[in-house]
């Protein structure tokens, strides 16, 4: 497993498991009754992530809990800080928590499993190899390519002409959407996507937020999808997610009861500035709280 803190996380994992106070049975009653859940379903249950580093301690992650259907499109919203990457990092298997554990379908997150594909501001395109190559590259590498299944993907991301281009040719939003088609690929039961269109200007966001409504809205697939921008939390969502600032926890969990399917039109509707003006208040003082631990004043 990659771990990003190679420090102490693997012993202090290992000693807080000795010490944990779990009550077995109400263990394996969540173990049986998340055995159950269809595929695609995220426990994070009881998740502590705690780094170290040359200050001493820090715990990104505290206690958290939350539970993601088969399905479902969850945004988690929170300042800047708040341990959102550390949660999603978690359930790729890209960091072991130090205390409590994830469990997709009913199985603890050991490491990472391309059924979990992953979604970065950057693009982690290979610049070396062409779009088409890059899209290959996850399949491939599993003796599993399905041409017919590549060509739609180009299709349905817009990127025909540009099979043999690399990445540095694209525009930023091209990017994504070939960042997209890698993705999915790979046939991801759960995509994690952290803050994927921030780096977009306004203009080319909206469009791919609606090209990840078109793909979600096709296919079964669960989404996770971290934001620090509250319309983009809602028009996307099925729940909202808002964290506390650091260390994070699950401050308040918003139904978003918005008709589906959605475009980027509905932003101007009575119920979205509802929603939207609720989502606001909840973070609102979570943004101050991490604005002043950045400046060293919490
Ligand atoms: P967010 O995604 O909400 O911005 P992160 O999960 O990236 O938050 O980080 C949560 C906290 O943990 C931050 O204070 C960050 O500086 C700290 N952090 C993240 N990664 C590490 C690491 N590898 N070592 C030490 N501290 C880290």
């Known amino acids: 497993m990659s771990e990003r803190d190679t420090t102490n996380a693997r012993t202090a994992t290992d000693e807080q498991h000795t010490d944990a106070t779990h009550d077995d049975t109400a263990d394996d009653e969540f173990r049986s009754w998340t055995e159950s859940s269809g595929t695609g379903t995220v426990n994070i249950q009881d998740l502590t992530k705690v780094y170290g580093t040359d200050g001493g301690e820090l715990t990104a ?22 341990g959102k990457s ?8 890209y960091l072991d928590p130090t205390e409590g554990e994830v469990l997709v379908n009913g199985d603890p997150v050991n490491e990472p499993d391309p059924s979990r594909g ?32 590549i060509d739609s993907l180009f299709d349905q991301m817009g990127l025909e002409g540009f099979e043999d281009s690399y990445p540095h040719e694209l525009s930023g939003g091209m990017q994504q959407r070939a960042e ?17 269109f921030s780096g977009l ?31 983009e939390a809602i028009l996307l969502a099925d729940r909202v997610v808002v964290m ?32 939207q003006r609720r989502a606001s ?18």
Not at 86 to 93: F, P
């Open 180 to 196: 997209l088609a890698r993705l999915l690929a790979n046939d991801p039961d759960i995509m994690l996507m952290d803050e994927p």
């Open 118 to 149: 992953v979604v970065f501001q950057e693009n982690r395109l290979f610049p070396w190899k062409t779009i088409t190559e890059n899209v290959r590259f996850g399949p491939q590498m599993r003796d599993a390519v399905d041409q017919s299944r």
């Open 281 to 298: 208040e909840s973070i609102h003082d979570e943004a101050e709280r991490a604005m002043e631990q950045a400046e060293g004043r919490a």
């Open 61 to 82: 992650v505290d206690s958290m809990d939350l539970h993601i259907e088969a399905e479902e499109f969850v945004t988690v919203l929170g300042p800047s800080g708040c």
């Open 86 to 93: 550390t949660v999603m990092e978690c359930i790729a298997g």
């Open 244 to 275: 506390t600032a650091r260390p994070g926890q699950v401050k308040d969990v918003i139904d978003v009861d918005l008709d589906r399917p959605r475009d980027t039109d509905m932003v101007t509707t009575d119920r979205f500035n509802e929603l």
């Open 201 to 231: 200007d306004a203009m080319t966001k909206e469009l791919m937020q609606e090209k990840l409504l078109d793909v979600w809205e096709d296919d079964d697939r669960t989404v996770l999808f971290i934001t620090h921008d509250v319309e």
